[in-house]
């Protein structure tokens, strides 16, 4: 499927956040240790997002992060307190185009997902035309991801992000049963996540916030988060809790 991960604490370059580490999210683009039967590599892209000092940015290619020379001559050079970055194992028949690598970004929101929703696209039908036909132009890509953060921006406008997080995934598995949905999602101020069928795990102190699919390092201070719960944290506070979606 893909990696990616989360980052909430003192300003860091956003190069280090993608290249640090013994298991460094480079690393996890061709060597990852828990994929779920979801691929074997994540080469088909990436993009970080990032809230700094100048505001809010963003990057993304859709070439493998190991061959793109900006990581380390570009975001080296970008300092932030909070970053989202993503590594994309594109689905068989989605296309692999810059428009289609996560991080997707609107209004200071940023969204990333680890996963697959089944079925693409008569799956998603019934919830698609529920949005305006506005909102269904601005689909960046023919994918199910680009998809999936159109529906979800349309619920953080009337309900909290585990709200919003939590009706997502129901109705998605209401009309995908068999979906596989880690969502990942920020502002700047917080992140929030789910687990369901993928790997994700959390490193929170008062300092900082972690949620990534996997470890980058050997802190011990790295926690497994069980599969079907949902994610909320931010540095000083992390909460755990299983999402209760009724699969038909």
């Given at each position: 499927?893909?990696?990616?991960?989360?980052?909430?604490?003192?300003?860091?370059?956003v190069s280090s956040l993608v290249t640090e580490g013994p298991r460094s999210l480079v690393r996890q683009s061709w060597a990852p240790k828990d994929m779920r039967g979801g691929g074997t590599i994540n080469a088909d892209g990436f993009g970080v997002a990032w809230w700094g000092a100048d505001g809010f940015g963003r990057y993304r290619n859709p070439t493998p992060i190991w061959s793109d020379p900006f990581v380390a001559e570009g975001l080296s050079h970008i300092s932030a307190g909070a970053v989202m970055a993503s590594l994309r194992s594109a689905t068989e028949g989605m296309p692999v185009e810059r428009s289609a690598c996560a991080p997707f970004t609107r209004d200071g929101w940023a969204f990333s997902l680890n996963g697959v929703v089944r079925g693409w696209p008569g799956s998603l039908v019934s919830l698609a035309e529920r949005l305006p036909v506005a909102e269904l132009l601005r689909l960046e890509s023919p994918t199910d991801a680009a998809a999936l953060?159109?529906?979800?921006?349309?619920?953080?406008?009337?309900?909290?992000?585990?709200?919003a997080l939590m009706r997502l995934v129901h109705d998605v598995l209401?009309?995908?049963?068999?979906?596989?949905?880690?969502l990942l999602l920020g502002n700047g101020s917080g992140l929030w996540a789910t687990a369901w069928y993928h790997s994700l795990w959390t490193l929170v102190d008062e300092d900082v916030a972690v949620v990534s699919s996997e470890p980058y390092d050997d802190d011990p201070r790295w926690r497994q988060v069980p599969d079907r719960h949902l994610v909320s944290a931010r540095p000083g506070h992390l909460i755990v809790s299983p999402m209760e979606v009724a699969v038909s």
């Open positions: 499927m893909c990696r990616h991960l989360g980052y909430l604490g003192p300003v860091r370059s953060w159109l529906l979800l921006y349309s619920r953080l406008r009337s309900s909290r992000p585990e709200q209401d009309v995908a049963p068999a979906s596989r949905l880690n």
